[in-house]
């Protein structure tokens, strides 16, 4: 055992070896169980490999390893000839083991076999591995250093081992072959990511997701200039973004979501020419350099959740590639950019929760590829531009809570697709329009506005209407129409605070509640104006205004 122990643990004396360590097992079973009878001389690198995957396999429990695949699973119960600590080449010993041309393992992926304990220090012996991947295991301790001595690994794969522990060692910056670096998901992995990252020069692909890095990004992170992905989304690191990540020209993919960072975006930013996804948040401050319209290869660009302030730069309309723009609570203020309508391949249009002011500009008609247009809760005035009715791809119009006022425009009946209508907490008038009725919407929210006239009764063929709000329109009149009281699918109305007449009990609409639709709320405002047995709240009844009824939808 002593003179093997000399070729596979030079630097160790075996009689200092606890007898039950992976080591010393691994030893004992390559001396005394092993048939593969290897020439300790001829045959060394063989026999080093083969007692580091041995002692990979004490080290991680492998006498009670879990498969992760049931078939992998018969073939550990059943075929002893070919499984690990068998009599053939190692080699063969597991599907995720793969040998080059020489013998020597290249591929090592644990994504079928759920590991346990920890990986071995001698992990590092397989120096021409091109390939780690561990999957889906509750190993614990920490990554080895001795990771570093695996100059031919391009790719290392860590995903959902959760109970592993950080840092990353700093000797990962020896393996200048890696082109892709991913932890992810490991909600006890803690530490920093080192600065001798700055070395791994063709890395293209850095994924530090959910887990709990911290500190600051290293400015060496601008060596990378191969760079295609970088995803630090879930962590806890901050600080600023290092201007030098203004040098990473081939990036395409940038996420920072979910951290602590603070600061300014660099202007530096406006180098990434070839970037087609920018996701930040949250903390970030200050405003939008006019620098990010040079990223005009961007489709995703989300800012939501920051501290961003100031105006939008006219310059965004130069990226006119961009599908969705994310700008949702913030506090930007000043006008929405006419510059906004230059983004026809945009899909979700998302500024609420701001200090938007000004008017809707019209070339917001432009964007005819629009499915989603959120404006609510900003100091947005004026009226509804026309427009609106050429986006006829779109699902969902919310201007809910803002200044806008005027007439609902009748080209509001163009937009085919839409579902969701809320332009609650406004100053609308004028009649509803009755081209509303020729809509396949769920929600009709219209509440606290200045609109007149009657509801007209197309409405009533929308049959597929879950909400109808119209409280708080004082000046509403009339009778609600038969045709809506007929509604099988609504489950929330709302008629409180208007100057509706008439009864409601009569209606099909009073049948549905408690139906196997979920009706579940009919409010409205008995002051003589309307009778409804059935309200599931009639103010006056109650004691007390409508107004002091507050229903969330």
Avoid at 377 to 388: A, C, D, K, R, W
Wanted: charged share 15%; aromatic share 10%.
């Amino acid at each position: 055992m002593e003179l093997l122990a000399t070729v596979v643990l030079p630097d160790v004396d075996v009689t200092d070896l606890n007898v039950t360590s992976p080591q010393y097992r691994s030893l004992e079973w390559l001396v005394y169980e092993d048939t593969r009878n290897l020439a300790i001389q001829e045959d060394a690198q063989e026999l080093i490999e083969r007692f580091s995957l041995v002692t990979l396999y004490y080290a991680t429990d492998g006498e009670n390893w879990i498969a992760n695949d049931p078939s992998l699973l018969y073939w550990m119960k059943n075929d002893t000839e070919y499984f690990w600590l068998s009599d053939s080449s190692h080699c063969d010993w597991y599907p995720g083991i793969v040998c080059d041309n020489n013998g020597r393992v290249a591929y090592l992926s644990f994504d079928l076999i759920s590991l346990m304990g920890t990986l071995p220090t001698e992990i590092g012996n397989l120096n021409r591995l091109v390939s780690l991947s561990v999957t889906n295991c509750p190993l614990e301790g920490s990554i080895p250093s001795e990771i570093g001595n695996l100059r031919q690994l391009t790719k290392i794969y860590l995903y959902s081992n959760y109970n592993l522990l950080g840092p990353i060692p700093s000797e990962l910056g020896y393996l200048e072959h890696l082109t892709r670096l991913s932890v992810v998901t490991h909600y006890n992995f803690r530490g920093t990511v080192p600065s001798e990252i700055g070395s791994l020069q063709q890395l293209t692909w850095l994924e530090l997701e959910h887990t709990k890095f911290s500190g600051t990004i290293p400015s060496e992170i601008g060596n990378l200039q191969e760079l295609r992905n970088v995803d630090l989304d879930y962590n806890n690191f901050s600080g600023t973004i290092p201007s030098e990540v203004g040098n990473m020209q081939q990036l395409s993919f940038l996420n920072l979501v979910d951290n602590n960072f603070s600061g300014t975006i660099p202007s530096e930013i406006g180098n990434l020419q070839q970037l087609t996804t920018l996701v930040l948040g949250e903390n970030f401050t200050s405003t939008i350099p006019s620098e990010i319209g040079k990223l005009q290869q961007l489709t995703r660009f989300h800012l939501q959740g920051n501290a961003f302030s100031g105006t939008v730069p006219s310059e965004i309309g130069y990226l006119q590639n961009l599908t969705s723009l994310f700008l949702q609570n913030n506090t930007f203020s000043g006008p929405i950019p006419s510059e906004i309508g230059n983004l026809q391949q945009l899909t979700r249009l998302y500024l609420f929760h701001n200090n938007f002011s000004g008017t809707i500009p019209s070339e917001i008609g432009n964007l005819q590829q629009l499915l989603s247009l959120e404006l609510f809760e900003n100091n947005l005035s004026g009226t509804m531009p026309s427009e609106i009715g050429n986006l006829q791809q779109l699902f969902t119009l919310n201007f809910f809570e803002n200044n806008l006022s005027g007439t609902i425009p009748n080209e509001i009946g163009s937009l085919q697709e839409l579902n969701f209508f809320d332009l609650g907490f406004n100053t609308f008038s004028g009649a509803i329009p009755s081209e509303i009725g020729n809509l396949p919407l769920f929600h009709i929210k219209l509440g606290d506005n200045n609109l007149s006239g009657n509801i007209p009764s197309e409405i009533g063929k929308l049959g597929f209407l879950e909400v109808l709000d119209l409280r708080g329109n004082i000046r509403l009149t009339g009778t609600v129409p038969v045709e809506v009281g007929r509604m099988e699918r609504i489950r929330e109305a709302y008629f409180q605070n208007t100057s509706l007449t008439g009864g409601l009990d009569d209606l099909a609409i009073c049948k549905n509640l408690d139906s196997s639709w979920g009706f579940n709320q009919l409010i409205a405002d008995c002051k003589g104006f309307i009778t409804c047995e059935c309200c599931t709240v009639c103010c006056d009844r109650e004691g007390g205004s409508c107004d002091d009824w507050i229903v969330h939808i």
